[in-house]
Nanobody, 124 residues
Framework: QLQLLESGGGLVQPGGSLRLSCAVSGFNLDYYAIGWFRQAPGKEREGVSCISTRGGSTSYADSVKGRFTISRDNAKNTVYLQIDNLKPEDTAVYYC?????????????????WGQGTQVTVSS
């Protein structure tokens, strides 16, 4: 059974950092692109970053470029999202998702499998 489990969220002050992890099981990560998405209260789910199967291609939303870094360790079946210089507007539930595809796009409708999410709250 294909599963994704996010972790690493929490409460952090503006300017702080977090590293989110997405641990996958039940499938071979080598063949799946991974995306990170977020959803704030009252807003639609938006794509923040994604990474191709072998990590050679990444994509970022304009709002997070220069602050977010996505990476993957297929041997550990884990994808990471390093978030630096956090801002209050980054507050949201963060989800990882996967699709059987070599390349990735930042469109939620392109992804088949989703984790349960991890809450990130940025507040002083």
């Amino acid at each position: 059974q294909l599963q994704l489990l996010e972790s690493g969220g929490g409460l952090v002050q503006p300017g702080g950092s977090l590293r989110l992890s997405c641990a996958v099981s039940g499938f071979n990560l080598d063949y799946y692109a991974i995306g990170w998405f977020r959803q704030a209260p009252g807003k639609e789910r938006e794509g923040v970053s994604c990474i191709s199967t072998r990590g050679g291609s990444t994509s970022y939303a304009d709002s997070v470029k220069g602050r977010f870094t996505i990476s993957r360790d297929n041997a550990k079946n884990t994808v990471y999202l390093q978030i630096d210089n956090l801002k209050p507007e980054d507050t949201a539930v963060y989800y990882c998702a996967t699709v059987f595809s070599r390349l990735c796009v930042l469109k939620p409708e392109n992804y088949n499998y989703w984790g349960q999410g991890t809450q990130v709250t940025v507040s002083s």
